[in-house]
């Protein structure tokens, strides 16, 4: 429950791993900031810190939430779970999850984490503390036994900083943002969007999968792993509206902020229908503008469409755009089981400026005109890894 009304100021906690790390080379932090300030009329206190030599960071490079690689113990983590010694000695079997994550032990990455919030927040317990979340990228190797608890361990470095923030109820707002990254694991990924989708349903409303879609980017010197200046540039001013719009919604903006009832969060997928056994057809929702369109000038990357049911899958090899509708060609059979699920970019690759859009930027509102970066930002269909049943 919002309570207080209106806050008179708003701390942003950026954190993350190596992407996050990149953006604020690349700026970004600095472009979610003003473009935030600028639409929620309060000012607004960035703590984004990297390479610091006061122990008070928030991006780590080369870190997972808190499982341990007996492969690999060179990279850092979060949470140290219960069996862990960080030693080439410990084994899978030595590590247990199942226990409570508020017995475990903080690394580096959490203290240094708490450090920048304590030293760095506002001391007015009744503003916003807005906790962006960029996705770590490690955590997409993380292997089976992990998996079930990683909602519980990932919550578990949010609520630590819920504490640190020491802000009023409903003063805590996490806000969830996956970078895009060639994964290792697919069972991982699916674990990782199981748990934002079960924290940001209703109830317990723990927070919210925000940034559209940030895999309109294209990676680093043909790496897999990490992204180029357009990536965060594009998606931290689209971030700043998708949050502004949270807060407008939830009555913590002041009067005199831009009216946001009209803020879009992105397009989204509809129920799909089958036109015959290969192809789909699919009307996109919550469009602004008045319809949907490719992102750039090299095309749509129709295999982001997968359709899904157990073992079963198949990706889209070609489609076509009629107003708000997309349908979707496939080479085979698509499955027929009663369980199937269309996603979009369900696994998180880089796709450059090959997704599709909706048209607002071609028709946004006068009253954005003045908001810093705005004429960066697209709505890119918001990314469904769990997807649609049809």
Sequence with gaps: MVVGGATGKIDLLVRGQSNSYLAVDYGADGMLRDTLQALCGVPVNLISRRAGTDGRNTHHSSSSTAWVDPFDNSFEHWLTPTGADYTSSTTKAAINYATDPT?????????????????????????????????????????????????????????????????????????????????????????????????????????????????????????????????????????????????????????????????????????????????????????????????????????????????GYGDATSGSISGSTITLNFPATIGNTGTERLTYCGWPHFRGDRLVIDNWHLARPSKYDAVPNIAAVRFPLRRDPIGIGF
């Design 103 to 311: 017995t475990w032990a903080a690394r580096p990455p959490m203290t240094e984490t708490l450090a920048a919030v304590n030293n760095y927040k506002s001391a007015d317990a009744g503003s916003v503390l807005v906790d962006c979340r960029l996705h770590w990228e490690y955590d997409l190797v993380m292997y089976g036994d992990a998996q079930p608890y990683y909602r519980a361990m990932a919550w578990e470095v949010s609520r630590r900083i819920m504490v640190a923030a020491g802000k009023a109820a409903g003063r805590y707002i996490p806000v969830y943002a996956h970078c895009p990254y060639v994964a290792k694991t697919l069972r991982a990924g699916d674990a990782i969007a199981a748990a934002w989708v079960a924290d940001s349903a209703p109830s317990p409303g723990r927070g919210a999968v925000l940034a559209g879609n940030m895999m309109d980017a294209t990676n680093l010197n043909n790496d897999s792993a990490h992204w180029n200046a357009e990536g965060p540039q594009r998606s931290f001013p689209r971030l700043a509206m998708e949050i502004a719009k949270r807060l407008w919604d939830q009555g913590l903006l002041p009067a005199g902020a831009v009216n946001l009832s009209d803020t879009p969060l992105g397009p989204r997928l509809g129920v799909p229908t089958r036109v015959n056994s290969t192809t789909l057809s699919v009307p996109i929702l919550d469009v602004k503008g008045t319809g949907i369109m490719a992102q750039g000038s090299n095309g749509i990357d129709w295999s982001a469409f997968t359709w899904v049911s157990g073992s």
